[in-house]
């Protein structure tokens, strides 16, 4: 029995051993390894402005901070839905109330007050309609905006472009790299992305506070979407 339990257990030691062996043969390179890294680029019109707009409220009670905030908001978020936001692009992103201190010179600190911020984050997808729609939020008691961070809703056919563009430059850069060697690129041993992502340019916050004569505009311009690749090719 005990002969039996242990053919068993060095029967599924030696199988996975063997795959694994199997699997080493498979990538073995005859020839000369060649690693070439490449990047593919697309640019696309970003669609979707991402914005953070607020209120932020001071009182002598913490009650009284809560209350102006929530009412102010509840100002802002009817706006919102005047302009035709939807609820899904809607989301609160921060709730906060602190208390305030004076620090008179050799004293305890004393309490002045409370500030109680609300804040939400909107999805504005109509970018060249934004501005106005910001100039309203501010009229409605927002004093609080930053952003916008423009992103592009749908991304996979301009990283699939990038993907091929990046496959195309692996490949020319092998060519370059054996003609040079005065050899052949004879196969591509394998592949892997680290991954696609959106280069935006920098973009400073807004100003807390807008001119209300004058009409708030947001560019959209271009984006670039960029995929990285490893290569290894084998030469002979």
Avoid at 113 to 140: H, M, P, W
Wanted: glycine content about 6%; some cysteine; charged content about 20%.
């Amino acid at each position: 029995m005990k002969n039996a339990i242990f053919a068993a257990l060095l029967c599924a030691t030696v199988v996975p051993t063997a795959a694994g062996a199997q699997s080493n043969i498979n990538q073995t390179i005859a020839g000369t390894r060649l690693d070439v890294s490449a990047t593919g680029e697309a640019t696309r019109v970003p669609d979707v402005a991402v914005i953070s707009a607020g209120v932020v409220s001071r009182s002598a009670t913490a009650t009284g901070a809560i209350q102006d905030a929530a009412g102010r908001m509840e100002r802002v978020r009817a706006a919102l839905k005047r302009a035709g936001i939807a609820d899904r692009d809607i989301q609160t992103s921060n709730l906060s109330l602190n208390p305030e201190y004076r620090y008179p010179d050799n004293q305890a600190p004393q309490l002045t007050g409370y500030t109680a911020s609300n804040q939400v984050t909107i999805r504005f997808r109509d970018i060249r309609n934004s501005g106005k729609i910001l100039d309203a939020l501010v009229a409605e008691g927002a004093n609080q905006i930053s952003g916008p961070n423009l992103t592009i809703e749908q991304p996979d056919a301009a990283l699939d472009e990038a993907r091929a563009k990046a496959v195309a430059t692996g490949r020319a850069r092998a060519d370059l790299y054996a003609r040079s060697l005065g050899m052949r690129v004879v196969r591509l041993v394998s592949v892997s992305e680290s991954g696609g992502y959106a280069v935006p340019p920098p973009a400073p916050p807004m100003p807390m506070m807008m001119a209300r004569e004058a009409s708030s505009k947001i560019d959209p311009g271009e984006q670039k979407l960029q995929v990285s690749l490893a290569m290894v090719y084998e030469l002979q």
